[in-house]
């Protein structure tokens, strides 16, 4: 492997980093220039992307191996508590890297509207992608949390700044809210680092892929309900994020402020990281507990299938109803897990991977309306696939993805989850089958009430979309289509980690 | 124990800093300008040269020098150096101060440089007479700080508190120093631990003496309850002193406070954390609600601050609350913590002070809402400001976060997992305060959008203070390696 494919990794994670900086030396007034930075910033990581998705190995499972992670690289850091920079990568992360990569560029793209202050704007955003790639190839405890926070200053600023009518009260609630969850998770990782060793240096350290192996556990962390409390912390933490019913309403208000491409990056990069938390960290370090509480998380999303479905139809506001359906469709992540099925874990996975195309598409498009008609009422339009006949096809699209219409990706992974869980949970899952009628349901209705029915005189002139937005929304749908149809090139990328997964929680049983 | 005479060569960054306060006085009489250059400049070299001579000290470590009044180890020079650090960044604040018309007059130096002096020997005393009268050196020109601005009534309300205050928390301290003294006979730490390990001595005076001695120290550190006179100082005071009260008096406290329980308390076995006395009293349970209430009140009550000054001063008071956590178990690698942390907080919430200076000086005021706009009125200072903000709140990453981690660490491998939870809820309440103004600053519309000029001077000091703050969260091992050797105590 040559120079750049052994430290893809890194260069994903800081050349966004360095685009930032570099955006921060242009003289003023230039515009282009910085916009051009960015783009350049973000389509090299996009470009090393698609380079990892054709040299990745699948047949390598990672998870709790260390020599099975793929890329690694792996440096002391701050030697004296044992601190390393060490990333990798395996068929959890992968695609959430590919998607990070992918949504990253097509944001920057997106915010190409912006006039206020875009060298501030570009400069975090780019910082923000390092956060995100970063969180996602971190094997080292200590890295990942670093990753996890250094996202929440840009993505404060991102909203405080650019957002709606209500930025300050949404910025400072999603703050408040991560950081409550992840200071937990810091509690946590202290109490691993002291009370686990690695056996080959018998030092302390904050290597994930040990904490795994619970033969380097010591006893008190071996007592029942020191795991369960621990792994309620990383779990309370995590579900912030998802955002997981109760932990869920700073969700809606930092969605409908946030500027269109940061509802996008929100939506289809963050949320993930809640589950891919799970993934990476609760699930193989505490197996026991995860099969403890698996019917409570399942019971938890099958809450936020049924309630996030409920609340998107009562919504008014466009955006918001967006916001709700992700609540929603994240519920079918939690439930897949939680069956602790070699199906169910690719379905919830698949659905991560999934949704974070179909929502970024759903919040592109309702940026797209928003930008010409300045404001989101479903009520305040009607008639609009007469006006703008290309727009109604792509978020007729994007709405039927997202209501899980065979052929696309939704369809898929909602498919796998239900047929992975089924057996393990009858009856939480037929009634989870069920909520998908509301699903359906807010989404047609939508539909109806803005793009059917009598034209709005109001809105006889509205603008067609352009070319920058369908340049945004046509990867995407592609991609959803693709998936949809010959959803195996994405399974065989996770399925052998996945598999894995399951087998070591599952090897506690 | 080593006489008067071959003490001396022990006593020179003290030496330097009395010369530097008599050389100023003298050149004070010699100009006609009050507000000359010469005095800060002077000041400076005086600083930097004791600086010197602490951290190279010519003839080595020392205990028992000047008959057994103080110990020259690497924990006092760690605070030395920490506490001439802060006046240095202090005399810098101090050239341009709205407040004090222009630059102060030579007084203010004299009282810093005097003040200096009693923490670079309250760090380092090892007999409670010498502890004694260093508190009174650190506390006295303390006062004449606060009020310095004499047409102020604010300046003069905040010496007043200070001196009333100061004059209680002193005397419960030396009465609980004569307690002491009676028990064991001694003035020696040293030898009053030894006594103390005897195990028969009566345990109700005993522990009365040391909650006296506590009280005192709590006062210098600003720990509740011992904190209420610290807002108004802080407030009233002008800026550049409030900035050395939250960082310099407050370092030589805990120097004396770990320095002195640890000398009494813990046995002295490495990495042990047995108080004595523990079967009568649990030590660490009472100090672990200490700084448990502390941080909690700091920060509850810096959530309704408009005035910024007032604001940090809560905030600093929790942050007191947060280094009490690596006091409370009496280990080495909790000392250690509370040094970190004190190196990262000299660079944050000095720099936080700073800000608040270059805004009071070109808005006339120090409220929140002073700040509006200053994210496009004067970029630099602002993005500095969040900086600082976000490193007092303790998030990575910035210096901040490290400092708290070593705090966390240790008190998590000691399992005090309620305390913990306690401060990691107290980091969320921390950001809802420190974030109102990095909200002013970039979210609000300001009055006027007219920029501010910040001077080359600022600019290069801010510079300064924000490197490290975040050069440390990135790389801390060289700083943590100091700390660590830096807890070495000789006074047993």
Known sequence: MGFFDSHILTLMTFIPLLGGALILCVPKGKDDVIKGVAAVASFIPLLLAVRMFYIYDRTMAGVNAADQFQFVERYSWIPNINVEYFVGADGISVPMILLTAL???????????????????????????????GTFIALDFFLFYVFWEIMLLPMYFLIGVWGGPRKEYAAIKFFLYTLAGSVLMLIVMLALYFNTTDPATGK???????????????SWIKGFDVRILLWLGL????????????FHTWLPDAHVEAPTAISVILAGVLLKMGTYGMMRISFPIFPDITVYFAVPMAI???????????????????KKLVAYSSVSHMGFCLLGMAALTPLGMVGAAMQMFSHGLITAMLFFLVGVVYDRAHHRQIDGFGGLG????????????????????PGMSGFIAEQMVFLGSFPIFRTLVIIAALGIVFVAAFHLWALQRVFLGPLNPKYANLEEINKREMFCLTPLAILVLFVGVWPMTVVNLMSVSLVRLVDLVKAVI | MLDNLASVGYFLPEFALTATILVLIVVRVATKDPQSVAFPFLSLVGIGLSILLASIVPAGEAKGTFEGMVAYDAFAVFFKVLTALAAVIVVFMSMDSREMEGRPQVEFYVFMLASLIGMFLLSASTDIVMLYLSFELVSIPSYLLAGYVKGKVQSTEAAMKYVVYGATASGSMIYG??????????????????ALATGNLPVVPLVLACVLVAAGFGYKIAAVPFHMWSPDVYEGAPTPAT???????????????IRFFYTVFAVSEPGSSVWRLSTEVDWTLLFAVLSAITMTVGNLVAIKQDNVKRLLAYSSIAHAGYMLMGFVLLTPAGIQAVLFYFVVY???NLGAFYVVLVVGNSCNGEDISDFRGLGTRAPFMAVSMAVFLFALTGIPPFSGFIGKLYLFAEVINRQIYWLVIIAALNSAVGLYYYARIVKSMFFDVPESTEAIAVPAIPRALLVLLVAPTLILGVYWEPVARIASNSIRMLAF
Request: with cysteine.
């Open chain 2, 243 to 257: 900035a050395f009260f939250s960082v310099a008096p407050k370092a030589a406290g805990f120097a004396v406070l």
């Open chain 1, 300 to 318: 938890l999303g099958i809450i936020n299938i049924i309630y996030g479905a409920l609340c998107a139809m009562a919504q008014s506001d466009l």
């Open chain 1, 103 to 133: 949504l990253s560029f097509l944001a920057v793209i997106g915010s190409f509207g912006i006039e206020k202050k875009i060298r501030g704007y570009m400069a975090l955003f780019l910082l923000l992608e390092t956060g995100m790639m």
């Open chain 2, 346 to 348: 000299l660079f944050m």
């Open chain 1, 204 to 218: 302390h350290t904050f290597s994930l892929i040990h904490y795994m192996n619970q033969a380097t556990h010591n």
């Open chain 2, 177 to 194: 120093f004569s307690m002491l003294f009676g028990l064991t006979g001694s003035t020696q730490i040293g030898e009053i631990g030894k």
């Open chain 1, 386 to 405: 007469v006006v703008v006949p290309i727009y109604t096809g792509y978020i007729a699209f994007a709405f039927f993805a997202s209501l899980g219409l």
């Open chain 1, 235 to 246: 779990f309370i933490g995590f579900a912030i994020k998802v955002p997981l019913f109760p």
